[in-house]
T-cell receptor, first 111, second 114 residues
Framework: NAGVTQTPKFQVLKTGQSMTLQCAQDMNHNSMYWYRQDPGMGLRLIYYSASEGTTDKGEVPNGYNVSRLNKREFSLRLESAAPSQTSVYFC??????????FGPGTRLTVT | QKEVEQDPGPLSVPEGAIVSLNCTYSNSAFQYFMWYRQYSRKGPELLMYTYSSGNKEDGRFTAQVDKSSKYISLFIRDSQPSDSATYLCAMSAVTGQGAQKLVFGQGTRLTINP
């Protein structure tokens, strides 16, 4: 059981480049989430998917898009990266309960 | 004003001390109150949760919720160097789509000195 996996672990982008962060879970969870974590800001929700086929905006969705590819996979896309998107990105999943299981994170730097 | 406020610290205490971590919140719709622990360069992991006012104990950890004051606390007794981590309070509310949406505090970085 790998839990929640994220790829890549690290990425450096130039301003204006695009990329997709991948997330997969093997716990058969319905709900999946994308957060970003910045110093002094805690975790902020970008997008979430309550179940396969649905997605919705969180607190900080601007500049991001998501795709719930199937029940296991939930990807986050940056179409035109900006320095303000330099952050650590966490994917999480849950079975519609309070407990969310987090992946190891992706450290993204935009120069 | 943020929905959840947490003193970011950092907090540094000697081994064996009692640690108190606190959060305040403004949204009365929050249902579950949680503490997550995050070690350096790792994802957060759930440490404790509760859904009612009062205290809940788990070993050296006690979670306390006061819904009337909109205040939650985490106490760590006999603190150990292995407790050194960032502690994030989190509160949940159900979305219209049935997912539990968590709102996190800023996190408090705790160091226990041997």
């Amino acid at each position: 059981n790998a839990g929640v996996t994220q790829t890549p672990k690290f990425q450096v982008l130039k301003t204006g480049q695009s990329m997709t962060l991948q997330c997969a879970q093997d716990m058969n969870h319905n709900s999946m989430y994308w957060y970003r974590q910045d110093p002094g800001m805690g975790l902020r929700l970008i997008y979430y998917s309550a179940s396969e086929g649905t997605t919705d905006k969180g607190e900080v969705p601007n500049g991001y898009n998501v795709s719930r590819l199937n029940k296991r996979e939930f990807s986050l896309r940056l179409e035109s990266a900006a320095p303000s998107q330099t952050s650590v990105y966490f994917c999480a999943s849950s079975h519609s309960s309070y407990e969310q299981y987090f992946g190891p994170g992706t450290r993204l730097t935009v120069t | 004003q943020k929905e959840v406020e947490q003193d970011p610290g950092p907090l540094s205490v000697p081994e064996g001390a009692i640690v108190s971590l606190n959060c305040t919140y403004s949204n009365s719709a929050f249902q579950y109150f949680m503490w997550y622990r995050q070690y350096s360069r790792k994802g957060p992991e759930l440490l404790m949760y509760t859904y009612s006012s009062g205290n809940k104990e788990d070993g050296r950890f006690t979670a306390q919720v006061d819904k009337s004051s909109k205040y939650i606390s985490l106490f760590i007794r006999d603190s150990q160097p292995s407790d050194s981590a960032t502690y994030l309070c989190a509160m949940s509310a159900v979305t219209g789509q049935g997912a539990q949406k968590l709102v996190f505090g800023q996190g408090t970085r705790l160091t226990i000195n041997p």
